[in-house]
């Protein structure tokens, strides 16, 4: 079992945010520099669900 799968079995929250913010960092650090401004307002366009926002012309307008 993998550590994060334990962290989340044993409810250490930190512990498991932290492994996924570490998980996280491992693949921005692979992202090409160009590309980050994209990945930036993909992640913006997000809440906290991972739903997509509405804009202006968005779902919801």
Same mark, same amino acid.
């Given at each position: 079992?993998?550590?994060?799968? &334990? ?6 929250? %930190? +512990?498991?945010?932290?492994? +996924?913010? &570490? =998980?996280?960092?491992?693949?921005? &650090?692979?992202?090409?520099? $160009?590309?980050? #401004? &994209? +990945? +930036? %307002?993909?992640?913006?366009?997000? $809440? ?5 926002? =509405?804009?202006? $012309?968005? #779902?919801?307008?």
């Amino acid at each position: 079992m993998s550590t994060l799968a &334990q962290a989340v079995r044993k409810e250490r929250w %930190e +512990l498991a945010a932290l492994l +996924l913010l &570490q =998980g996280m960092w491992e693949v921005v &650090q692979r992202v090409p520099e $160009d590309a980050i #401004p &994209q +990945l +930036l %307002e993909a992640l913006e366009g997000a $809440d906290s669900l991972g739903n997509m926002k =509405g804009g202006a $012309d968005g #779902p919801g307008a």
